[in-house]
């Protein structure tokens, strides 16, 4: 909030992710809005910001050093293609997985029925507590792209067998490596860690997680304690 007569909550959703399999040279935000109106008003009260009350502050900012290159991506959360939504509360969450997933044109529908008949009953089977979030990228990179996301309270959780899933799938396996050759053209997956230090969540957000110390905005370190000096010359001298 500024004292400028602009009141804008920073803390809007912003989770930070940072790669531990992946390109490690690059970091992923996550902003939720409810649309694209709303995207667009949080847009401008920023703008507002960097341009009047904290222009001082923004312009302090490192990342005119470190900030070489940056990529925006917007997309629609497809409840309908979604899993399992529910069974991870991500404010309890410390890993994210991600696949970005580009179909050919002309076999989303094909895809997409394939795998809600073949691949959710096997998820349910061999990972009953998975969860999968699916997104529709609108612009940022090419058509008939989407994202999922797989929240992980740990990566334990990945110690599953890799092909539990395939063989889950029984005799419908073969049916979906047919579908997969013709309506995928590519799939590219990365593990996340979640980087509190980076990251602003609200607080609502953070108090859905228990877990002790505090994960989500945790409180600043204090200032360091100066070091004791040493008196082992004075008693030597007094002697």
């Known amino acids: ?103 050919k044109p002309g076999h989303e529908t094909e895809y997409w029925k394939a795998v809600k008949e073949i691949v959710f009953p096997a998820r349910d089977r061999a990972i009953p507590t998975g969860s999968w979030a699916v997104y529709q990228v609108r612009a940022g990179v090419p058509a008939s792209t989407y994202m999922i996301f797989r929240p992980l309270k740990s990566l334990a959780d990945l110690d599953v067998n890799v092909m539990a899933v395939r063989n889950a799938e029984g005799d419908r396996a073969d049916d979906m490596d047919k579908i997969l050759d013709r309506a995928v053209t590519l799939t590219d997956t990365t593990y996340y860690a979640f980087n509190p230090r980076i990251s602003l969540v609200a607080p609502e957000f953070a108090a859905r997680d228990t877990a002790a110390p505090a994960f989500w905005n945790p409180a600043p370190a204090g200032p360091p304690v100066p070091a004791r000096p040493s008196n082992k010359r004075d008693r030597k001298e007094q002697h």
Request: no cysteine.
């Open 1 to 103: 909030k500024t004292n400028a007569g602009l009141v804008f909550d920073m803390r809007d959703g912003r989770i930070a992710m940072s790669p531990i399999a992946g390109n490690e040279n690059e970091v992923t935000y996550l902003w939720a809005y409810d649309s694209l109106a709303d995207m667009e008003r949080h847009h401008q009260a920023m703008d507002k910001l960097t341009a009047g009350a904290l222009k001082a502050d923004f312009d302090a900012l490192p990342d005119h050093e470190l900030h070489a290159v940056q990529r925006d991506i917007i997309a629609s959360y497809r409840p309908d293609l979604s899993q399992g939504i529910g069974r991870i509360d991500i404010a309890q969450a410390r890993y994210m997985v991600v696949t970005t997933l580009r179909l």
